[in-house]
């Protein structure tokens, strides 16, 4: 196909708020058929799958601690299942079909409840054939508010993600192409960011909510107009809050900002073709009556502290396009065996503290995700490093996680590039 790159990017007008459903009564979640204006105004608009009338679906503010009742009801004419990712929750409200509960069937409504223990930015999306209904637009952001919210003008929820589009709008429904699987996975040729509020103030000080929502594609971001920190990372605060340049988010991680204006607010991806702008934010007048302060950490995490690992596993990534040969009978592989094994890849006691080594033997990127737990990176210096639930091994290196597996169930552990996923790279832990 002769087509370009990328699409024209999106312009300033296409802020698109989101629906904020709030507070600890019955939520209700319909998935269904909807038609977004994805593409810049003028231009065509899409049908697509969604939530409640939209895509991304809307905001779901909750409180931490609190126990929160979902309904999900199938609105489609194929079966799905709604993960609520990052979420420390009990196993069997995962979301996971086969795994952790039955398919929700076309006119289903499915319960879910959870009690959410950390504060943070999460999302919830559909984990049914989630490479097709991720891609045709099933997600939305799931936000477990602070107990104690810390001092900012505005809270900004930034939703990226990228489709394959025809110039009417359309969608180019590729998404189990043998040659994207077999590389980087479905790509969109055209990007951009939903943003939950469309202006703020020169002097502002502004929460950033950044949430990759692509099925497959690491978008490494700059943002103008802004000077802050990062305080979390998969929802997880930062003991310090830390400065950045470029952010790079491989798919379903999130990082959280705490910025104050400058000047107009840019969102741009590079790219190839240089950059790319996803959103903007638009400035109108100015914060006088705020007053300069440093930036705060968020309240800490309450996660249990790792003891010396009692046991240690090897997670081997294999297969793809120009990688040699491996015994799985899918295009990627973990240890050699691509799809969910019927037996765990791992058994632990619960409370258990385990050390994985995930090695990257392929030519591609992966980021890989664990259900249920977040876990620490450890630095090169074998220091522990950032809390991810999701996490970015780039191709031939290596990485070495922590986990206090400490929640009981049967969780999944698979590469977050979702083509990868459905090409075999996913398996599942044990923890009894
Ligand atoms: Cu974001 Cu297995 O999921
Ligand atoms: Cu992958």
Redesign the pocket.
């Known amino acids: 196909m002769n087509r370009r790159d990328f699409l024209a990017s999106a312009s300033a007008t296409t802020v698109l708020p989101l629906t904020a459903l709030a507070g600890q009564a019955p939520l209700r979640l319909r998935a269904e058929a909807v038609t977004q204006q994805i593409l810049p105004d003028g231009d065509g608009a899409t049908a697509m799958l969604g939530f409640n009338g939209s895509m991304p679906g809307p905001e779901l503010r909750i409180r931490r601690g609190k126990r929160v009742v979902i309904d999900v009801e199938n609105g489609l004419e194929e079966g799905t299942a709604v ?1 609520w ?1 990052g979420v420390r929750l009990e196993n069997q409200m995962d979301g ?1 079909p086969t795994l952790t509960q039955e398919i929700i069937n076309p006119g289903e409504i499915h319960t879910y409840s959870f009690v959410p223990p950390d504060a943070g930015t999460y999302w919830y ?1 559909s ?1 049914y054939i989630s490479h097709e209904q991720v891609a045709r637009g099933m997600m939305g952001p799931l936000i477990v508010e602070d107990d104690t919210p810390p001092d900012i003008d505005h809270d900004i929820t930034v939703l990226l993600s990228d489709w394959q589009m025809r110039e009417d709008g359309s969608l180019i429904d590729d998404y189990t192409n043998m040659h994207s699987a077999s590389h980087s996975g479905y790509m969109g040729n055209f990007a951009r960011a939903f943003l939950s509020k469309s202006r703020v103030k020169i002097g502002d000080r502004v929460r950033l909510r950044l949430i990759n929502m692509a099925t497959n594609r690491i978008f490494s971001l700059v943002l103008s107009g802004v000077s802050g920190q990062v305080v979390a990372l998969d929802g997880m605060p930062l003991v310090e809050p830390r400065p950045f340049l470029d952010l790079v988010l491989a798919p ?1 991680q999130r990082i959280d900002l705490i910025v104050d204006v400058t000047g107009p607010v840019g969102f741009d991806m590079n790219s190839r073709q240089g950059p790319y702008r996803l959103a903007d934010l638009a400035v109108e007048g100015a914060n006088t009556s705020r007053q300069s302060s440093p930036i705060m950490a968020l309240l800490p995490y309450d996660l249990p502290i790792p003891n010396e690992p009692t046991q240690r596993l090897t997670l081997t990534m294999m297969g793809g396009a120009m990688s040699r040969r491996h015994g799985g009978d899918n295009i990627w592989a973990f240890n050699d065996v691509s799809d969910l094994p019927t037996g765990p890849f791992g058994s632990f006691k619960r409370g258990e503290t385990v050390r994985m080594t995930m090695v990257n033997d392929t030519k591609f990127a992966h980021g890989i ?1 664990l ?1 249920g737990h977040h876990f620490f990176e450890v630095n090169s210096d074998g220091i522990l490093g950032d809390l991810r639930d999701t996490t970015l091994v780039d191709a031939g290196k290596s990485r070495d996680i922590i986990c206090v597996f400490d929640n009981p169930g049967r969780w ?1 552990l ?1 590469c ?1 590039m979702l083509s990868h996923a459905a090409g075999g790279m996913r398996t599942w832990v044990n923890v009894a």
């Open positions: 993960h990712h996971v999306h984990h379903a995700h259900h999944l698979h977050h």
